[in-house]
């Protein structure tokens, strides 16, 4: 059964800060990997999304990386802003039982302040 | 274009009542699936749907069901609501099945049984 961890639990860090989430997952064979951030109450939006194939992928401030052998991917927020508090999500799509199914981690709660 | 759309937004139910939510996925989107999301859980995996065809589901009671229409838009039904149904219901919708190119979630459905 896929587990995926985030880790840490709750980061707040001051404005303009390089930062770095971590996700971590049990079973390597998965699909592809897609980070979310929700804002409180809201629906989920998609941030990034890794084929399996692929190690990395950029979005404007954003870069998310992807190691399949070792069960981990990490997101790089760059210069943190006021505006990218959210609680940010990492899920894993595999196939066979899970397929067509997401595992989400539990998120990681991200405040920058002024 | 348009996201996914859930509707309603929130709902205040009795115990013992059952209630149906609606989603309509993007334009074009065949696969469609339901998610919970409670506090304590986190985000659960409920059903997929794709070409009107339940693909996967998850560890969820009976009472929970869905199903989806020919025009892709797809339908939640809870029964016999319990307390513990409370939680924010989000639907995703994908190009297609096994969520190969992602997912884009709505901005859910609020149920809270009273």
């Known amino acids: 059964k896929q587990e995926v961890t985030q880790i840490p639990a709750a980061l707040s860090v001051p404005e303009g800060e390089n930062l770095v989430l971590n996700c971590s997952f049990t079973d390597s064979a998965i699909y592809n990997l897609q980070w979310f951030r929700q804002d409180p109450g809201k629906g989920l939006t998609s941030l990034l999304l890794i084929q399996s194939s692929q190690r990395e ?22 210069a943190s802003q006021p505006g990218d508090s959210a609680t940010y999500l990492c899920a894993v799509g595999a196939g066979g039982t899970s397929y067509g199914k997401l595992t989400f981690g539990q998120g990681t709660i991200l405040t920058v302040h002024p | 274009k348009a996201g996914v759309t859930q509707t309603p937004r929130y709902l205040i139910k009795t115990r013992g009542q059952q209630v149906t939510l609606s989603c309509s996925p993007i334009s074009g989107h065949r696969s469609v699936s339901w998610y919970q999301q409670t506090p304590g859980q ?17 560890n969820f009671p009976g009472r929970f069901s869905g199903r989806q229409f020919s025009n892709s838009r797809s339908e939640m039904n809870v029964s016999t609501l319990e307390l513990g149904d409370s939680a924010l219901y989000l639907c995703a919708s994908s190009l297609s099945s096994g969520g190969g190119y992602g997912y884009t979630f709505g901005s859910g459905t609020r149920l809270t049984v009273v």
């Open chain 2, 42 to 58: 986190g985000l659960q995996f409920l059903f997929e749907y794709f070409s009107e065809t339940q693909r996967n589901k998850g």
């Open chain 1, 57 to 78: 992928q950029t979005s404007g401030r954003l870069n998310a990386s992807l190691d399949k052998s070792s069960g981990r991917s990490t997101l790089y927020i760059a």
